[in-house]
Every structure is written in C-alpha cells, then in structure tokens.
C-alpha cells in the first residue's frame, strides 16, 4: 500500500508562486505514474498534471505553461510548481499515485493540501 503526504499548500496573491511536494512511502521507480487533482469547492475533483516511472508528462489545459511537475526519485518525491497563478486555481490539491502489480491496479491518493489564491 503506497502512502503518500502532500504539503507546501497556502495562501499566495494573483500571480504568485507555490511549489507542492508529495511523498511517497516507497520508490517511485515501483510507481507506474504519479500526479496531481484538485477539488474546488462545490465543484468535481479535476486532473491537473501526470508524470509517468518513465518520464513522461501530462497537463490539463487549464494549467498548461502555468505549473510544472517533476520528480526526485532518490526522495521518492514529486513536485508541482505553480506559478502564475490564478483565483481560479484556488482547491484542495491531492496527490495520487498509480500502481499496478501482476494481478492487481490501484490508485492511491494524499489526505490534501489547501491552496488559495487571492485577488
């Protein structure tokens, strides 16, 4: 069962800067893919960025040329830089981890980190 803890979450004027971080509880060499989601409020949790065991990288839209996700692996770590950043932007940010093993997938996902994003 992977374990992972989100921080680096707070409260930062428009057009500022925050970086998350996310650990995880084992090498992230054993991770197929590790992301972030966030959840407004009142709204449904959104896919914001992936980075897969081999490097590879995905973004929403929405966050597109804004946020950068990156991975440490000697930390079994992942990151979210988000710059740019917009009021819109403003939700409970979770990091999720994908694992699959020779007869089973799952995902995994943090306990959250607030971000708020003032005008």
């Known amino acids: 069962q992977v374990q992972l803890a989100e921080s680096g979450g707070g409260l930062v004027q428009a057009g500022g800067s925050l970086r998350l971080s996310c650990a995880a509880s084992e090498s992230t060499f054993s991770i197929n893919s590790m992301g972030w989601e966030r959840q407004a409020p009142g709204k449904q949790r959104e896919w914001v960025a992936t980075?897969?065991?081999?490097?590879?990288?995905k973004y929403a839209d929405s966050v597109k040329g804004r946020f950068a996700i990156s991975r440490d692996n000697a930390k079994n770590t992942v990151y979210l830089q988000m710059n740019s950043l917009k009021p819109e932007d403003t939700a409970v940010y979770y990091c999720?981890?994908?694992?699959?093993?020779?007869?089973?997938?799952?995902?995994?996902w943090g306990q959250g980190t607030q971000v708020t994003v003032s005008s």
């Open positions: 980075i897969t065991s081999g490097g590879s990288i």
């Open positions: 999720n981890a994908f694992k699959t093993g020779l007869y089973s997938a799952r995902d995994y």
